[in-house]
């Protein structure tokens, strides 16, 4: 086996390991909710905190594969994530269980921010939307996986085992990434890591996402998440200003000069934004307005990530092939069609009827990922691959956020103006899908050249 599939391999494991792990945690919070005896608020921050810090660190961890090697750096986020995760399921309670989650977010910081740059200095130009193909399918199986294995690991032994099951993917991951995955020295040259700017950075997004994940449940104009947002635009204008200054800037803000990856980071942050919406409205239709189990929620739902982890890796393979810029846009138009779709959807709709809509859902995001990020790394030069790779995950992770208070506060707002839970519901389709209009103008403005044809 040449080694750049090995490389994959490496690659693939641990976006499979982390990927399952995100959705594994969703599933068992209600049990670790009853065994502490927390509130729900409290064990909330289980998912939060992990959203906080793994977004907050992304650039910087992208940044500095850069400058010290991506290989160094995935391979400590797998011993970090490693670490934690038995960590995680030794927690005596709900605020230790947070505290771990925040380390163990760390480690997948380094691995989400450095696999996308590794891939694409091991693959030619040629295979690369085949190789990102393939790890979104990993993504994909592991968040389809990752409720059902959550809940047998629960039901056949504890929640703790849903961390302990980290260890094996992980030292499988590791050993992979040691022995397979090329040293790749930095470009030789006299940057160094720009502190301020990671920091700015940091403070600007985590008060951004802080205050767009608890914007339904303080309110929305509640004075703490008036303050976040403000704080985040303050810090979002003096991390750009000291950026134009520095020399060695953390983000090379000229990036986003060309049109092609602009575009690509706008398109992502809508695709995310569609997405989210439909995981944070779907189980409110099915559950509180059909009245389904969540076990039978959960199985409508695995028809969205079924169908993306088919299509990703063959979209990612044309792309290769016509570019990105008509699979983009098409995906776009295909999942703003599923929305308005499921902006349809009725009481008395049957089950056949929610499938076709996440189906249609997760078949545009599925046609959409794959071209797009190969756009967007193809875009970027060989020394700021990290970077890239970190801007990417951040635009996805500000989408995912964005989507989830968009959606909520029109459920919100619709239901507090005497709206039923199906027109709320409906509304909030409705606005996603019109995101995804906007998404799929964005794919099909970007720049010319070969990655954008």
Known sequence: MQTKWLVLLAVGVGTLMSAMSTNVVNV??????????????????????????????????????????HKPVYVAGFFVFMIASPL??????????????????????????????????????????????????????????????????????????????????????????????????????????DAIGALTFMIALVALLLGLNQGHAWGWTSAPVLGLIALAILFAVIFVRAEK????????????????????????????????????????YLIQGRGMSPAEAGLMLTAQPLVMAITAPLSGTVSDR??????????????????????????DSTQNQVALGLAMVGLGTGIFTTPNTNALMGSAPRHRQGVAAGVMAT?????????????????????????????????????????????????????SGASAQ
């Open 395 to 447: 635009a996805c992770n500000t989408g995912m956020a964005l989507g989830v208070g968009l959606a909520g506060a029109i459920f919100s707002t619709v239901q507090s103006s005497g709206g039923s839970l199906f027109d709320a519901i409906s509304a909030g389709f409705f606005a996603a899908g019109l995101a995804g209009i906007l998404g799929a103008i964005t794919s099909a403005v970007r720049g």
């Open 322 to 347: 016509i570019g990105s810029r008509a699979l983009a846009t098409l995906g776009m138009i295909v999942l703003a069609g599923g929305l308005f779709f499921l902006a349809q959807l009725a009481p």
């Open 28 to 69: 068992v919070l209600p049990v670790v909710t009853r065994e502490f005896g927390a509130e729900v608020a409290t064990i909330e921050w289980v998912i939060t905190v992990y959203l906080l810090v793994v977004s907050g660190l992304l650039l910087s961890f992208g940044r500095l594969g850069d400058l010290r090697g």
């Open 245 to 284: 200054r520095d020399a060695s800037p953390m983000l090379d803000l000229t990036l986003f000069r060309q049109r092609l990856f602009s575009a690509a980071v706008a398109s992502a942050v809508l695709n995310y934004i569609c997405v989210y919406s439909v995981l944070f409205l779907t189980p409110f």
């Open 88 to 193: 995680c399921a030794l927690a005596p309670n709900a605020v230790a269980l947070i505290a771990f989650r925040g380390v163990q977010a760390l480690g997948a910081a380094m691995l989400f921010s450095n696999s996308p740059a590794i891939l694409t200095r091991n693959f030619p130009a040629e295979q690369r939307g085949q190789a990102l193909g393939l790890q979104s399918m990993m993504t994909y199986l592991g968040l389809t996986l990752g409720p059902s294995f959550g809940g047998w690991l629960t039901s056949q032994f504890d929640w703790r085992a849903a961390f302990y099951i980290n260890i094996p993917f992980g030292l499988l991951g590791l050993v992979l990434s040691i022995y397979f995955i090329p040293h790749d020295p930095p470009e030789k040259n006299t940057e160094r890591f």
